[in-house]
């Protein structure tokens, strides 16, 4: 996740009260499910089990085993250096705040210059899902995501050319078994939290403490055990305890802080070197019972690759399960963007000092994020949903959902009622759709929606007045780089049978290494998520031939592209300061990548479909209207 502060806000965003106001939502959704019997469910939203943390994900009646795929996949969009686009001006809310990701996190290209603020949203699992010290069970603490993403496959013939996100069915790997009810928990990365050390307290338990705290109950257990055959366990371990802490200081400790408090916890917990790490779990899970009660099923809604209804949409959502009318298919929290100019998108220059800035105030384009917001001609208010699957449900004029203001007890109807849109700069909202069932779906069946009036106008008006520049597909860099069986075009094969020009071909930074063939460099970073920053070398394949390691596979003699290295660079590397090109003979496949080129792709057109999804006037609140 991103490295700013406002991350906290993520925590006790959402946090949910079961008191007050909210108790009548809660009440008013369980007489609504009362009569018929809980559906099946794989996946609940729910408060969380960390105290303050908002809500967080569950796993339903069936568990959730290692090596499997986390869900659905999700969408990833990309947020293209919003502060930028507006020019640096200050003050600059933004909501995302911290449910970004960083595009190399993503496995994302580089959509635009500069890099620097270039955020991938993803606005499923990874925007709900909560961290953990210790108790991770999602990706793996270095590479939290595994992008196995799918091309939309749309012609820039279409009118729908770069409306949707290239970037779909991004998928995480359980890396440890969840069980049922077991809460979701995914690493933001080794930096988070070390990085955010200060401002999370003393108490703070960081995954090193926790593993001191096994150690100190591996070596008090054995103990106790040996004293205790007669006694209760109970009496000596809370002894102990008291002695411990007195010397250490009472809840001074972080150490402590990881322990059991029941005697008879901490003593299992010693049992044996995961103990500790099986109580958190334990600690880490809610009841199925809690979850049918408080909780909202989210995978009710299943993506699919084309959709069946709508196929030159590309993707669609479908029903998981039968779904009778009146069912709350998916329940959504809100980003709330009070400000409709962070959408707006300008062509960018570097000035003579090399910075960034925005060339002109015309408006270029928006940016993609809005095709999948919320949003009303007579306010300036635009609500984006982030829950499994919910972003990828179609428009129709013959529904067969709808949405309105939740009634789960963690959608804050008072704000509803009584914030403004001035007053609305807030992390704190709380707002939530619920997406109903207006009539019996049937599993399979298509999710549908309608947008609205004004949607529906300006799409029937832009595919009239659509002008496509060419018909190309433009196929996204990851399909080149899972295709590694595809050999490479030299350059004078590439004469007559050039690639794609938003592609440029780029090379490992471990062929700059003199050695690099006899160190066997095993290229573990592939080329099917490659990271910009170690593929960063433009080059060019020059020859291909049967590898020497292996007659079976190609080898390519590529020429690097020195350009960028500075003369310390090249004398670090023994490299003449004079040499512009280096060859490397016998590279494998893996030692090359492609990359689309910053602002070349499908959603940077300046001729693509913008706009966002209908707000029903029946949920715009009266003084949300600004913009009549
Ligand atoms: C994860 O990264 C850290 C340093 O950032 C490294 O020390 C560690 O070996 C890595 N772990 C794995 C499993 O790659
Ligand atoms: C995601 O990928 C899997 C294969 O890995 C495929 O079965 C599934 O249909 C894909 N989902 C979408 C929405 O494209
Ligand atoms: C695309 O990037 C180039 C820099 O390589 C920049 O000059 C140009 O203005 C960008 N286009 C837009 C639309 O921002
Ligand atoms: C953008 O900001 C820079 C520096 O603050 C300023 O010089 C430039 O005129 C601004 N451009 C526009 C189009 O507002
Ligand atoms: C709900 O919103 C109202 C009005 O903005 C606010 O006063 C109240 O504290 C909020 N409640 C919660 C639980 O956040
Ligand atoms: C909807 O499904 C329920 C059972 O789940 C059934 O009783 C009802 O008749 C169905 N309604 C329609 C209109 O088919
Ligand atoms: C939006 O504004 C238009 C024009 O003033 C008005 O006719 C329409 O009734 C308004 N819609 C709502 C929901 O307020």
Known sequence: MKNTWSSLLFISLLSCSVDGESQSGLIEKQILTKESKPLECGLYLAPSTIPGAGLGLFVGHQAWEEGTKAGYGDIC????????????????????????????????????????????FCPGIDALVNSHQFVLNLGSPNKSHVAQYLPAGIFRTSPNAGAVSP????????????????????????????????????????????????????????????????????????????????????????????????????HDAGDDE??????????????????????????????????????????????????PQGTIVSTSPLHVFPDLDYFNMYVLKQNDKGTWERESDHVHTKQLLLNYCFGHPNTTMTLC???????????????????????NPWHNATAVAERTVENSFDFQLKLAFDYVALRNISEGEEILLDYGDAWETAWQEHKRTYQPIDGKIIQPDYV??????????????????????????????????????????????????PLLVNYGLPCHVL?????????????????????ILSDEHKADLSIPKNDLVLERHQVPRRGVAQFTR????????????????????SVLPLQWKNAI
Not at 106 to 118: D, F, I, K, Q, R
Not at 298 to 319: C, F, I, N, T
Not at 514 to 523: A, D, E
């Open 385 to 407: 949903p982030y829950g499994p699957g919910v972003n990828y449900i179609n428009h129709d004029r013959n529904p067969n959902v709808r949405i309105r203001w939740s009634l």
């Open 480 to 529: 080149y780089n899972h295709q590694l069986h595809i050999p490479l075009r030299t350059r004078s094969e590439q004469e007559f049978d050039p690639y794609p020009e938003h592609l440029h071909t780029r090379c490992h930074v471990a062929l700059l290494q003199p050695t690099y063939r006899q160190s066997q460099y095993n290229w573990l970073e592939t080329p099917e998520s």
């Open 167 to 266: 970037y779909r069915n991004s998928t995480t790997r359980v890396s440890r078994r969840i069980p049922p009810g077991g809460e979701l928990f995914k690493s933001y990365g080794p930096t988070w939290f070390p990085s955010r050390a200060k401002a999370l307290g003393d108490s703070f338990a960081f995954p090193e403490d926790f593993r001191r705290g096994q150690a100190l109950l591996n070596r008090m257990a054995p103990l106790v055990d040996r004293i205790s055959s007669t006694v209760s366990v109970s009496p000596l371990f809370t002894d102990l305890f008291d002695i411990v802490q007195a010397v250490t200081g009472t809840f001074q400790s972080r150490i402590l802080k990881t322990l059991p408090r029941e005697p008879q916890h901490a």
């Open 543 to 563: 020859q291909r031939y049967a590898s020497e390691m292996d007659p079976s596979e190609y080898a390519y003699t590529v020429e690097l592209d020195l350009e």
């Open 77 to 120: 969009i990309p947020i293209v250096n919003p502060h930028l686009h507006r020019n640096y001006s200050k003050p600059f809310f933004h909501p995302l705040g911290d449910y970004t990701w960083s595009h190399i996190d993503v496995g994302m290209t580089l959509e635009a210059y500069p890099a620097l603020h270039l955020e991938a």
């Open 598 to 617: 910053p602002n070349l792709s499908d959603m940077h057109l300046s001729n693509t479909f913008r706009h966002s999804i209908g707000l029903p006037d």
């Open 274 to 323: 995961s103990g500790l790490l099986r109580f958190h779990e334990d600690m880490s899970r809610h009841s199925l019972e809690y979850l049918t009660s408080y909780g909202q099923c989210v995978d009710h809604v299943r993506p699919v690759p084309l959709s069946p209804k709508h196929p030159e949409a590309g993707q669609g959502a479908v029903a998981a399960r039968d779904l």
